[in-house]
């Protein structure tokens, strides 16, 4: 059972399509892992064995019988507890929606379903994804599996940990300001944000209306382009989602990184960095060279604008969904939630409103700038070597906590205010054996070509495949 778990989300849905597996098997392997490894992870708020098992038969009996399976036929997964699926469980990561069930399903959920996938159960995050450690005061914070003290990433935590603790092969995060890129790093996986609106957020916890997204986590890049051909797509049931249309990203995967221009931040996403965080980086950046890409090293424009703008909006953004629990039960909220929304009561909105008008002007002369560079953009998905969760304890830390607590994100929330795709894929260790990221960016739309460059870097090498020691222990 152990080698079952150890399948990419591919292999998976390929072996159980050929009969090769079944999908009680994947399931089985998942939950025993799941027994041995959570209880030092705690990646897991809910489940729901009873129904998985049933999913699980029907998706073999779907098999025996021939009938027409859909790219994730059989596979099971867990998903960041905060899409909503009609009936069952949905906590937000906090107390007070620790008994909500929504009477509506999530688009995203529908469209995995619809590809033969199915949930066995909510996976923990920070209290409203807003943190990007792992903390969580109501169901306990969760922990990294390849070195436990260490935070997982944020918010979407029980997503990059499960993936990583090989007990799910895939999990939807959401990333408001690195929160699917922050676990993925952490964890040693494969996260993608995708550009803003390339996904439907219905029956998903809002938090941002500017910012959030809706993406995967897997084991590897053509993981997730797998799921991002199932999931993407205009929703007429959230009208902001994007008319695009949707392309086989699996298709742009061939490798060939010739001529392709990389660009390096000159400064920025380097500053403060740690030297192991740069090594990774620069050891990559080798790599991908080896491959036939070019690479260029120069300033970015406008990111002290990107950064004033983009504070703005996702306060002001995130306090109006809270007023109301904020006024008639202000404690139930951890310290730094608090900490985090109240100021966004204050910023007038002449202030919001000229970070939202400015948004597509910056966005464009961004752009036009950078991509007449380059194609894609890499750096550190977190420049510093992992902080503990200890360190990044804003709620009970020494002053300073504070300072780490904000580095963790400081690489990715550029790319949410602009709305570009980026993803984050493992390229080596830290000295305390936690797992460094590497992050790629491309222009709107571009997820096909940061895929391109993902799995092409991870042809070469095998971050990837390596695997936390409690779950070799456990196996």
């Known amino acids: 059972m152990a080698g079952l778990a150890d399948l990419t989300l591919i292999q998976a849905a390929d072996r159980v399509a050929s009969g090769e597996t079944t999908s009680l098997e994947l399931l089985r392997a998942c939950w025993a892992n799941l027994d041995a490894v959570n209880p030092q992870v705690n990646a897991m708020i809910w489940q729901d064995r009873e129904d998985a098992e049933v999913k699980a038969r029907a998706a073999d009996e779907a098999v025996r019988t021939k009938q027409r399976l859909g790219p994730l036929h059989g596979v099971p997964m867990a998903h960041k507890d905060m899409y909503y ?3 069952k469980l949905s ?10 069930r929504p009477a509506i399903t999530a688009t995203v959920i529908g469209r995995l379903s619809a590809a ?14 807003q943190n990007p450690t792992g903390h969580n005061k109501t169901f306990g914070d969760c922990h990294n599996p390849w070195n436990p003290p260490y935070i997982t990433g944020g918010s979407s935590s029980g997503s990059g940990a499960s993936v990583a603790a090989r007990f799910n092969y895939m999990a939807l995060g959401s990333d408001t300001g690195g929160s699917i890129r922050l676990p993925a790093s952490a964890c040693g996986v494969t996260g993608l944000k995708p550009t803003q609106t390339r996904v439907s957020r219905y029956g998903v916890m809002p938090l941002s209306f500017s910012h959030d997204n809706v ?19 205009h929703d007429p049931l959230d009208p902001t989602s994007a008319r695009e249309p949707v392309p086989d990203y699996e298709s742009f995967m061939d490798g060939d ?29 080798l790599v991908l060279i080896g491959r036939g890409a070019v690479v260029t090293r120069f300033d970015l424009p406008l990111m002290d604008a990107i950064a004033a703008y983009g504070g703005i909006v996702s306060r002001a953004e995130a306090a109006p969904i809270h007023a109301e629990w904020m ?42 700038e950078v991509f007449a560079k380059a194609d894609v953009l890499v750096t550190p998905t977190i420049r510093t070597c992992l902080p503990t969760l200890a360190e990044t304890d804003i709620d ?3 002053p300073g906590t504070e300072t780490k607590f904000m580095a963790v994100s400081a690489n990715t929330r550029p790319f949410n205010y602009l709305g570009l795709p980026a993803i984050s894929v493992p390229c080596g260790f830290d000295p305390n054996g936690c797992p460094i990221g590497l992050q790629i960016a491309g222009r709107p739309f571009g997820e096909g070509r940061i895929l391109k460059v993902a799995g092409a870097y991870q042809s070469d090498t095998d971050w990837h495949w390596a695997k936390p020691p409690m779950v070799r222990t456990a196996a």
């Open 85 to 87: 699926q009609a009936g």
């Open 91 to 100: 906590t937000c990561g906090s107390a007070l929606r620790k008994d909500f």
């Open 116 to 129: 033969g996938a199915f949930t066995f159960g909510g996976l923990n995050m920070a209290e409203f994804a």
């Open 215 to 233: 993406g995967p986590v897997a084991r590897t890049a053509r993981d997730c382009a797998r799921v991002l051909t199932a999931i993407a797509g």
């Open 257 to 285: 990184l010739r001529g392709l221009r990389i660009g390096v931040p000159a400064i920025g996403f380097l500053d403060g960095a740690d030297a192991p965080v740069v090594a990774a980086m620069e050891a990559a950046l």
């Open 327 to 368: 006024r008639s039960d202000p404690q139930a909220y951890g310290a730094h939630i608090s900490g985090r929304m109240y100021p966004g009561y204050a910023i007038p909105a002449a202030y919001y409103i000229e970070a939202l008008s400015r948004r597509g002007p910056v966005l464009r002369a961004f752009a036009a």
């Open 396 to 398: 009970r830390g020494p």
